[in-house]
């Protein structure tokens, strides 16, 4: 006989629930390091379609701890953000104050950027004045 007492029927499926969630944990953060990581830059011209300012400031965070609710203030900083038209999709990329001044919409700007490898999501990684369309 066994010196180990048996285990009740409803406590057996919590290691094997607990298994599939840190599967399931590890299966999204594996998924979305290859499909973002050691990806190519790529070169290409995109329409300038819009342009977002977004000031510094504080937001709120609302944290629900043991029944209680805190809310959490956290420093944001400013964006420049230009919305852009990159080989027929829709994209955004952060640029610096002065080129954002300078640029205006419907303009055409140089684009250094990744496709990732399954969501086929394109990944702006910077934002230069166009030059010369047949230098690249």
């Keep these: 006989m066994s010196d180990k007492p048996a285990l009740p029927p409803g406590s057996r499926v919590w290691p094997c629930l607990g298994t599939l969630i840190l599967l399931a ?3 999204y953060y594996g998924f979305g390091a290859l499909n973002r990581t050691g990806l190519p ?3 290409g011209f995109a329409t300038v379609l ?3 300012y977004y000031p510094p ?5 609302t944290l629900n701890i043991g029944g209680r609710a805190f809310i959490r203030p956290y420093q944001t900083a ?3 953000v ?3 038209r990159l080989n027929g999709q829709e994209t955004a990329g952060l640029v610096p104050k002065d080129f954002y001044e300078t640029v205006a919409t419907n ?10 490898r ?18 690249n």
Excluded: H, I, M
Excluded at 57 to 61: D, H, I, L, N, P
Excluded at 107 to 116: A, L, S
Excluded at 118 to 129: A, D, W
């Design 25 to 27: 944990v590890c299966g």
């Design 41 to 43: 830059a790529r070169q």
């Design 50 to 52: 819009d342009k977002a």
């Design 57 to 61: 400031g504080t937001s709120y965070q």
């Design 78 to 80: 400013e964006a420049y």
């Design 82 to 84: 230009l919305k852009l």
């Design 107 to 116: 303009t055409e700007v140089n684009v250094t950027y990744e496709v990732t």
């Design 118 to 135: 399954f969501t086929r999501k394109l990944l702006v990684v910077e934002v230069r004045p166009a030059s010369a369309k047949g230098q």
